[in-house]
């Protein structure tokens, strides 16, 4: 796999390939671990530097409460994904339970997905992508429903989505009064060239440039330069051969 060989491939952390590959998860040793890793970041760089972490909806509701219970002495700025977010009655063990901001959403699709979990106040970042939320203005309306409760914006932003998705989550930013981050990985030279950019990134900062409407310009004749090659996301088993959440 070229993603195993170190070189780049933009939809991290996919991996080419004819079949995914096999990664192995213990729930009990991810719990025991992750806060000596916290706790060792901290001592290290101080206690400004902003932290967030991905549970990558692996936990029990128990599981998440406890992991979120945990890591409170660490300030982290949020814990994602803690649990499968369709059981949006399981944040409310988490809440009970934890101080730690959390982070819900990227696989999330409509404002119904939400209103339960924004009405009872049971996250504080939404993490959903422009591009597979319906778009600017579905998006919108979900941050604007979550405003009313002092929820704020953490539009997904991995490098599956295209510079178009980035740029569209820019501009959605922009426009809002509940921003509160946004994630952003950067794609590689072939896409750059696909997607013609007139944002920029500089010091932790999106610049959405001077170009009209969301500033991306598709070049299909590049685009026809690279042809489809496989590549899957991994998949986990745990030590009894079970699949579990990757």
């Known amino acids: 796999y070229e993603a195993m060989a170190g070189v780049r491939y933009d939809h991290e952390p996919a991996q080419r390939g004819a079949l995914p590959a096999e990664e192995d998860w213990d729930t009990r040793s991810y719990l025991r671990h992750v806060p000596t890793v916290f706790e060792a970041v901290r001592n290290e760089f101080g206690p400004e530097l902003p932290l967030l972490h991905d549970a990558h909806h692996r936990l029990t509701p128990i599981q998440a409460a406890q992991l979120g219970k945990s890591l409170?002495?660490?300030?982290?700025?949020w814990l994602e994904d803690v649990t499968p977010a369709e059981n949006q009655e399981a944040l409310r063990l988490v809440r009970q339970h934890t101080t730690t901001p959390l982070a819900i959403g990227e696989i999330f699709n409509t404002v119904w997905d939400y209103q339960q979990i924004i009405r009872e106040q049971l996250i504080d970042y939404v993490r959903s992508a422009v591009t597979h939320t319906g778009g600017i203005s579905h998006l919108k309306k979900v941050l604007d429903y979550a405003a009313q409760y002092q929820i704020k914006s953490g539009m997904h932003g991995p490098t599956d989505i295209s510079p178009v998705g980035m740029a569209a989550a820019m501009h959605l930013g922009l426009a809002i009064h509940n921003f509160g981050i946004q994630e952003y990985m950067q794609h590689g030279?072939?896409?750059?060239?696909?997607?013609?950019?007139?944002?920029?990134?500089?010091?932790?900062?999106?610049?959405?440039?001077?170009?009209p409407g969301l500033g991306v310009d598709l070049d299909t004749d590049e685009a026809g330069k690279y042809p489809y090659v496989q590549a899957y996301l991994p998949f986990n088993r745990l030590h009894d051969g079970t699949i579990h959440d990757w």
Do not use: N, R, Y
Not at 72 to 77: K, Q, S
Not at 189 to 211: E, I, M, N, Y
């Open 189 to 211: 030279a072939k896409t750059d060239q696909v997607f013609q950019q007139s944002f920029t990134w500089t010091d932790g900062h999106l610049h959405p440039g001077h170009q």
């Open 72 to 77: 409170e002495p660490f300030d982290l700025f």
